[in-house]
């Protein structure tokens, strides 16, 4: 395990380049420091960017051949696969998440889409023919031979990943744009660094050429500021809150540079009256489900406004049972927040919610029990108007609303009206009412029944959750750029 947790440099133009500092890496379930990680300096960073500039320029990993590519990326997902368990370790360390979430989606899935995602990509051509009429081809005079559309990398990317689920979003980002052909220079959390550090020791494991991925940590936004306006870097993948993707949108204006951006949501988890015994189970995994810290979770429920009262008993017995605390415990449900900042942030939130009229029923404070660890209850508002601040802000805590709806027409206007649209659910037996519903539904997900987020699946958001895709076919194409190449008959 001390290997994940002890490193002495950030890995820059193939190399370890001893840190300018160093930033605690606190446990938020104990409020302890586990280790220090090595911090760069702007000059640092400006080298990171260099090296990807250079590589990239060079061509000596964006023109290699696709296959020696995807042989590569194989090697780093074997080096990724071969830390399984120290990696579920270190996430508990660096984000509190709980034993069954750490070794399942923060640490399973990543290494499923580690290796996946080359594989998908090795399927996809290369270059396709336009589709050109055969008239515009042959018997014009002007006859051309071929029309095709080349998909080549995008360039340098600067990809910046939050601290929820760290290792997964380094991987979605990272793999690939890399498998794509591009140079990377990743900037994690910098309440979470270990997740991407590690990805130094598994490239060079791999023999990824020097310069194609570089990791840089910082304690401020310096260095992130730098990624999203240097003219040499020619992309920005950023997960993490719409308020910090404005800015980021704002600083890559200038030198026009592509941007992939997954913000924050507000999704619902709508529940059609053959449904409603589902209710409880259902609130019950947004809670579960890294403490409610997930971009994606659904945490607006909304139920037919005759079934409401009877709802809300089952959810908020639910919640009361659901044991909070020690993440590495078997039993532990609900684990901490990731700081004590964002702790308090979620406590003005429902004291919010409260005051401008939703009905707590269950939670709303720190656990009684707990006096070390960013931990909250596991919280239940009634909400009646949909303007309450509750119903309306990002949480990222464990805290669900419930409403009632008078009819589908009402329950989509509900829906619809938020300034999101990340991942939306429809809960029903009916598959009829149900696709009907996901076309009315303003949201770059719509899960009916059940969720599939794998690497074939593509993940992003509309309105204010953002643009651009991550995963499946469309992640991987948002890491290329179209050539149009024109084949004709010489003079």
Same mark, same amino acid.
């Given at each position: 395990?001390?290997?994940?947790?002890?490193?002495?440099?950030?890995?820059?133009?193939?190399?370890?380049?001893?840190?300018?500092?160093?930033?605690?890496?606190?446990?938020?379930?104990?409020?302890?420091?586990?280790?220090?990680?090595?911090?760069?300096?702007?000059?640092? !960073?400006?080298?990171?960017?260099?090296?990807?500039?250079?590589? !990239?320029?060079?061509?000596?990993?964006?023109?290699?051949?696709?296959?020696?590519?995807?042989?590569?990326?194989?090697?780093?997902?074997?080096?990724?696969?071969?830390?399984?368990?120290?990696?579920?370790?270190?996430?508990?360390?660096?984000?509190?998440?709980?034993?069954?979430? #750490?070794?399942?989606?923060?640490?399973?899935?990543?290494?499923?889409?580690?290796?996946?995602?080359?594989?998908?990509?090795?399927?996809?051509?290369?270059?396709?023919? /336009?589709?050109?009429?055969?008239?515009?081809?042959?018997?014009?005079?002007?006859?051309?031979? %071929?029309?095709?559309?080349?998909?080549?990398?995008?360039?340098?990317?600067?990809?910046?990943?939050? &601290? +929820? !689920?760290?290792?997964?979003?380094?991987?979605?980002?990272?793999?690939?744009?890399?498998?794509?052909?591009?140079?990377?220079?990743?900037?994690?959390?910098?309440?979470?660094?270990?997740?991407?550090?590690?990805?130094?020791?598994?490239?060079?494991?791999?023999?990824?050429?020097?310069?194609?991925?570089?990791?840089?940590?910082?304690?401020?936004?310096?260095?992130?500021?730098?990624?999203?306006?240097?003219?040499?870097?020619?992309?920005?993948?950023?997960?993490?809150?719409?308020?910090?993707?404005?800015?980021?949108?704002?600083? #890559?204006?200038?030198?026009?540079?592509?941007?992939?951006?997954?913000?924050?949501?507000?999704?619902?988890?709508?529940?059609?009256?053959?449904?409603?015994?589902?209710?409880?189970?259902? %609130?019950?995994?947004?809670?579960?489900?890294?403490?409610?810290?997930?971009?994606?979770?659904?945490?607006?429920?909304?139920?037919?406004?005759?079934?409401?009262?009877?709802?809300?008993?089952?959810?908020? #017995?639910?919640? #009361?049972?659901?044991?909070?605390?020690?993440?590495?415990?078997?039993?532990?449900?609900?684990?901490?927040?990731?700081?004590?900042?964002?702790?308090?942030?979620?406590?003005?939130?429902?004291?919010?919610?409260?005051?401008?009229?939703?009905?707590?029923? %269950?939670?709303?404070?720190?656990?009684?029990?707990?006096?070390?660890?960013?931990?909250?209850?596991?919280?239940?508002?009634?909400?009646?108007?949909?303007?309450?601040?509750?119903?309306?802000?990002?949480?990222?805590?464990?805290?669900?609303?419930?409403?009632? &709806?008078?009819?589908?027409?009402? %329950?989509?206007?509900?829906?619809?009206?938020?300034?999101?649209?990340?991942?939306?659910?429809? &809960?029903? /037996?009916?598959? +009829?009412?149900?696709?009907?519903?996901?076309?009315?539904?303003?949201?770059?997900?719509?899960?009916?029944?059940?969720?599939?987020? +794998?690497?074939?699946?593509?993940?992003?958001?509309?309105?204010?959750?953002? &643009?651009?895709?991550?995963?499946?076919?469309?992640?991987?194409?948002? !890491?290329?750029?179209?050539?149009?190449?024109?084949?004709?008959?010489?003079?």
């Amino acid at each position: 395990m001390s290997d994940l947790l002890s490193y002495d440099g950030n890995f820059i133009d193939g190399t370890w380049v001893p840190g300018t500092g160093s930033l605690g890496v606190e446990n938020p379930a104990t409020e302890q420091i586990v280790t220090e990680a090595p911090v760069a300096d702007l000059a640092q !960073f400006d080298a990171a960017i260099g090296a990807a500039h250079r590589s !990239f320029e060079a061509g000596v990993w964006a023109r290699m051949p696709v296959r020696e590519r995807v042989e590569t990326m194989g090697r780093l997902a074997e080096g990724l696969a071969s830390r399984r368990s120290e990696l579920v370790e270190m996430t508990i360390e660096e984000t509190g998440s709980t034993k069954m979430i #750490a070794e399942w989606a923060q640490v399973g899935m990543a290494l499923d889409q580690a290796r996946e995602l080359p594989e998908l990509f090795a399927t996809l051509p290369e270059w396709e023919h /336009n589709e050109l009429p055969l008239s515009l081809l042959v018997g014009s005079g002007k006859d051309v031979m %071929a029309s095709i559309r080349r998909y080549e990398a995008a360039g340098v990317v600067a990809a910046i990943t939050p &601290y +929820n !689920f760290p290792l997964q979003t380094n991987v979605w980002k990272v793999v690939s744009a890399l498998v794509a052909g591009c140079s990377v220079v990743l900037r994690p959390s910098p309440l979470t660094p270990l997740g991407a550090l590690v990805f130094g020791t598994v490239a060079q494991e791999a023999g990824l050429p020097d310069g194609v991925l570089n990791v840089v940590v910082e304690e401020g936004s310096e260095g992130a500021e730098l990624l999203t306006t240097d003219p040499r870097v020619d992309m920005v993948s950023f997960t993490g809150s719409t308020d910090v993707g404005r800015m980021i949108a704002a600083q #890559a204006a200038p030198t026009l540079k592509r941007l992939c951006l997954e913000l924050g949501g507000k999704s619902v988890q709508l529940y059609l009256p053959d449904a409603v015994d589902r209710v409880a189970a259902g %609130a019950c995994l947004v809670m579960g489900s890294h403490a409610g810290q997930g971009c994606v979770v659904q945490g607006r429920v909304l139920v037919p406004q005759e079934s409401l009262d009877q709802v809300v008993e089952q959810v908020a #017995a639910a919640a #009361a049972s659901l044991p909070v605390g020690d993440p590495r415990d078997p039993s532990t449900m609900v684990g901490p927040l990731i700081t004590g900042a964002q702790r308090d942030r979620v406590q003005a939130l429902v004291d919010e919610g409260v005051a401008a009229g939703g009905r707590l029923v %269950a939670g709303g404070k720190r656990p009684d029990a707990l006096d070390k660890g960013y931990f909250f209850e596991p919280t239940v508002l009634v909400v009646d108007d949909n303007s309450n601040p509750v119903a309306q802000r990002e949480v990222f805590g464990p805290v669900v609303t419930i409403q009632g &709806y008078r009819d589908l027409d009402h %329950a989509v206007a509900i829906a619809n009206d938020t300034e999101y649209g990340l991942s939306n659910g429809i &809960y029903t /037996n009916d598959l +009829n009412a149900g696709l009907d519903l996901a076309g009315r539904l303003r949201s770059g997900t719509v899960q009916l029944n059940r969720a599939a987020a +794998n690497s074939y699946t593509p993940a992003g958001g509309v309105k204010q959750s953002g &643009y651009g895709r991550e995963r499946g076919v469309a992640g991987l194409r948002e !890491f290329q750029e179209i050539k149009h190449v024109v084949l004709a008959p010489g003079a």
